[in-house]
């Protein structure tokens, strides 16, 4: 987080830390995330800032230090001058077609006049109805999809697989095998769904809600 030089920086980001306000576009801060699926996210975030202002995202992938996306559009918060407060930023963040896995969420604060804007947390929140990841490899044979479908696992492949669902407690909860679809009830939760396919094995987050 360079550039971050706030007295109070355990308690939040200061986006405005530099000598003067037009120097705000160079101070960015970021959090490495998983991404569990491909889909659209809602952002919040819990701030503090004298006026309004504009924000921009970023994400790279912490494997090849690629970046995947960026906002095209201005991205603007609202004013708070009082204590911390929530807010849902106006554009979601496509990410629809981002694999699932692990990125850099990068974020730069692009108001070049004084809102000393200071921020505790970010969150994201999945808003498409039936967010799906896909397992692939070269051979089109070694296919599967993975997703909830009103709180059930579903899984369909070109292929066989065999499959066992972990509770984060490592418990197993569902298993199938030799099969090339799935559909199984699970309580409300997040599992870690293990497919074998052709003796390769993946592994993929699944909330349930």
């Not at 505790?120 to 498409?128: A, H, M, R, W």
């Not at 109805?129 to 479908?149: C, H, L």
């Not at 309580?187 to 390769?200: E, M, R």
């Amino acid at each position: 987080m360079p550039f971050m030089k706030d007295e109070n920086i355990n308690d939040y980001l200061d986006f405005q830390s530099g000598g003067y306000s037009a120097q705000n576009p160079l101070h960015w801060a970021s959090w490495a995330i998983t991404i569990p699926a491909k889909a659209k996210y809602d952002v919040k975030f819990t701030r503090k800032c004298d006026v309004g202002g504009k924000l921009e995202f970023y994400l790279v992938n912490i494997a090849t230090n690629e970046q995947v996306f960026a906002t095209t559009e201005e991205i603007w918060f609202q004013k708070n001058e009082t204590d911390f407060a929530e807010q849902t930023i106006s554009t979601q963040l496509d990410f629809s077609a981002i694999p699932a896995g692990n990125y850099m969420l990068k974020v730069k604060n692009n108001t070049t006049w004084g809102a000393n804007l200071k921020v505790q947390k970010f969150t994201l929140e999945n808003v498409s109805p039936n967010p799906s990841t896909d397992i692939s490899e070269t051979d089109s044979r070694n296919k599967a999809r993975v997703w909830n479908s009103n709180g059930k696992l579903m899984i369909e492949s070109e292929g066989t697989y065999n499959v066992a669902v972990h509770s984060l407690t490592g418990e197993v909860v569902f298993t199938d095998e030799n099969t090339t679809s799935t559909e199984a009830n699970l309580a409300q939760g997040v599992y870690i769904v293990k497919l074998t396919i052709d003796g390769k094995n993946y592994s993929e987050k699944l909330i349930i809600r």
